[in-house]
């Protein structure tokens, strides 16, 4: 009998970049369809799962925002096993977050699954007049990794949806070639949850801190 919470994968992605290119409202959009303005700097991850419907199957996926700081990046890494999904995000008005890219995509293939499916994300695509990558510069970049490639808004929603519904329809394309199942039943756990990192790495709360400094979109 199907139910509600029913669903044939679960998928785990996380997003990761530099602090204030604005994950934790690409984030915010695309699991409540929110955004705002006061975002502060993630200090810790928080997670949230969304239901989609690819090709008659039920896919669930689990969306981890993850701190970009670089304080908390090996804290972090800890976060990225058993993804088999990850969207790099930068913003297109900074380009050393854009010359950061290489730590982000090294980090993922490091600690994430082996075949995990990978999507570079150009945020703050709203803010053209103070662009400082190219579309075309990023787009060849990805190329060379073999990443796919799309710039959005999470604050006017251009592309936000696309992204997702793109990285989990890439994700299912890999699953039905490999038809390893347990490789993407991560465990399922509760919506909209959060941990605060600490430095020492002996306390994880339940609840999400942010620090009212760098604005996101």
């Known amino acids: 009998m ?14 990761v970049g530099d602090s204030g ?11 409540k369809n929110e955004f705002s303005l006061e975002s502060g700097t993630t200090l810790g991850v928080e997670f949230a799962t969304k239901t989609m419907i690819i090709e008659n199957a039920t896919l669930k996926a689990q969306i981890w925002d993850t701190c970009g700081q670089e304080q908390f990046r090996a804290l972090t890494k800890t976060y990225y ?9 930068y913003d297109i008005t900074k380009k050393q977050t854009f010359d950061d ?16 499916v990978l999507m570079l994300v150009g ?9 400082e990558v190219e579309t075309q510069q990023a787009a060849e970049f990805a190329k060379t990794k073999n990443m796919a490639f799309i710039e ?15 990285i989990v329809q890439q994700i299912y394309t890999s699953f039905q070639k490999t ?37 996101q979109q």
Do not use: M
């Open 81 to 89: 096993k058993k993804a088999v999904g990850a969207l790099i995000v």
């Open 152 to 166: 959005t808004s999470a604050l006017d929603s251009t592309n936000v949806e696309t992204a997702f519904q793109l």
């Open 179 to 215: 038809k390893n199942p347990s490789q993407y039943q991560t465990k399922a756990i509760g919506e909209g949850e959060s941990i605060v990192l600490k430095e020492n790495n002996k306390t994880k709360e339940s609840r999400f801190k942010k620090l009212n400094c760098c604005k």
């Open 2 to 15: 199907t139910t509600p919470d029913s669903y044939d994968l679960l998928f785990k992605i996380v997003l």
């Open 101 to 116: 890219i290489n730590k982000w995509y090294q980090d993922i293939k490091e600690n994430a699954e082996e075949e995990v």
């Open 123 to 131: 945020n703050k695509a709203d803010l053209k007049h103070l662009r």
């Open 21 to 31: 290119v604005g994950k934790s409202n690409l984030f915010s959009r695309f699991h």
